[in-house]
């Protein structure tokens, strides 16, 4: 049912715990299954150089966030933000379809992380999706610049 890499991160999970000092924290879940994904950044100079989790679920839950921790550090916002749910579960080996949505929650948790990076940096999140799409921090502020 599992893949070997699945069971792994769950049952070895990285990155488990809180960074005291995160630059974001989101926090994302799934009322019809009950999960609950909570991700921690620390990020410098626009990479995020730590990423840690806290998860409330089953262990496709567990191990989605494990992948998507791994999957991020040492990666740019810009280049975090385009990590999607397939490519964690690709990354994992593949998912049952049925627990897909675990996927679905580390997208989620990345994105609302960085959401809170912006947020407490007084940079907007509507450019959230321009960002997921390839467009540049640096192209983003020329531009409101030059409104």
Not at 101 to 125: M, V, W
């Amino acid at each position: 049912m599992y893949s070997e890499k699945v069971m792994d991160h769950f049952m070895n999970p990285r990155n488990v715990g809180e960074i005291p000092d995160a630059q974001g924290v989101g926090q994302v879940g799934n009322p019809k299954c009950g999960d609950i994904m909570k991700m921690y950044l620390k990020i410098e100079n626009g990479v995020i150089v730590d990423a840690k989790f806290k998860t409330f679920g089953c262990g496709a839950a567990v191990a989605t966030s494990s992948m998507a921790t791994e999957m991020i550090k040492g990666k740019t916002v810009e280049e975090a933000l385009k990590i999607t749910n397939k490519a964690v579960a690709e990354a994992l080996g593949g998912l049952p379809p049925i627990k897909m949505h675990c996927s679905n929650l580390a997208e989620e948790a990345i994105k609302a992380a960085i959401s809170d990076y912006f947020r407490k940096q007084g940079i907007p999140t509507d450019h959230l999706e321009d960002l997921a799409c390839g467009r540049r921090c640096d192209d983003i502020h020329k531009a409101r610049e030059d409104d």
